[in-house]
């Protein structure tokens, strides 16, 4: 058990003298944030769908350009709204 000791310090010294250490955190850090915003970018892509159905079957089609412009500037509208309310939230939470 002393040699297991042993080689665990020994692989503590090569992680501080290289800083790999902290280059491992780095890694996992960076790798957590890059799924997190893969599993965003699908959802988002998810609910742009959803809400092009429920735009079709309120305003019918979406294939010129005017209907477009209205399905960005709604869904824009919609966005803030929502981020607005949901800061509103986070700021009592944090009171």
Same mark, same amino acid.
């Given at each position: 058990?002393?040699?297991?000791?042993?080689?665990? $310090?020994?692989?503590?010294?090569?992680?501080?003298?290289?800083?790999?250490?902290?280059?491992?955190?780095?890694?996992?850090?960076?790798?957590?944030?890059? *799924?997190?915003?893969?599993?965003?970018?699908?959802?988002?892509?998810?609910?742009?769908?959803?809400?092009?159905? *429920?735009?079709? *079957?309120?305003?019918? $089609?979406? $294939?010129?350009?005017? $209907?477009?412009?209205?399905?960005?500037?709604?869904?824009?509208?919609?966005?803030?709204? *929502?981020?607005?309310?949901?800061?509103?939230?986070?700021?009592?939470?944090?009171?």
């Amino acid at each position: 058990m002393d040699n297991n000791l042993g080689k665990e $310090s020994e692989i503590e010294k090569f992680l501080e003298k290289y800083e790999l250490r902290k280059f491992h955190y780095d890694f996992v850090e960076r790798m957590i944030i890059l *799924i997190i915003a893969g599993l965003g970018l699908i959802t988002a892509l998810a609910w742009d769908d959803a809400f092009k159905d *429920i735009f079709r *079957i309120i305003f019918g $089609s979406i $294939s010129d350009w005017q $209907s477009k412009l209205i399905y960005a500037v709604i869904l824009t509208t919609f966005t803030v709204f *929502i981020t607005v309310r949901l800061n509103k939230i986070v700021k009592k939470r944090k009171k």
